[in-house]
């Protein structure tokens, strides 16, 4: 049995309940702190935000000319771009 610790994605308590599921089937939680809703996110917090812009960044930049990108990576490949452009001039 693996226990996931959830966190409210509002106030950050991990005082959430389950209550019922969302149409899609994803459990929904509410939270005993802050009273509000929320889909279970399961994604732990394995880095802080800061290694986890790094990582992207190296990936996006290592695979760019090859890749085929969403619509939405082109989004953020362009913001990434940007970026890399302040960067290395
Ligand atoms: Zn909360």
Redesign the pocket.
């Known amino acids: 049995m693996v226990t996931i610790t959830l966190y409210?994605p509002?106030?950050q308590?991990d005082a959430l309940v389950r209550n019922g599921h969302a149409p899609n089937g994803k459990q929904l939680y509410r939270?005993r702190?802050?009273g509000?809703q929320s889909r279970e996110t399961p994604t732990p917090h394995a880095y802080p935000q800061d290694r986890r812009d790094e990582i992207q960044l190296d990936t996006v930049v290592r695979e760019t000319p090859n890749v085929r990108v969403s619509h939405a990576n082109v989004l953020l490949l362009r913001g990434m771009q940007d970026l890399v452009a302040a960067i290395c001039g």
């Open positions: 409210c509002h106030c308590s939270c702190t802050c509000r």
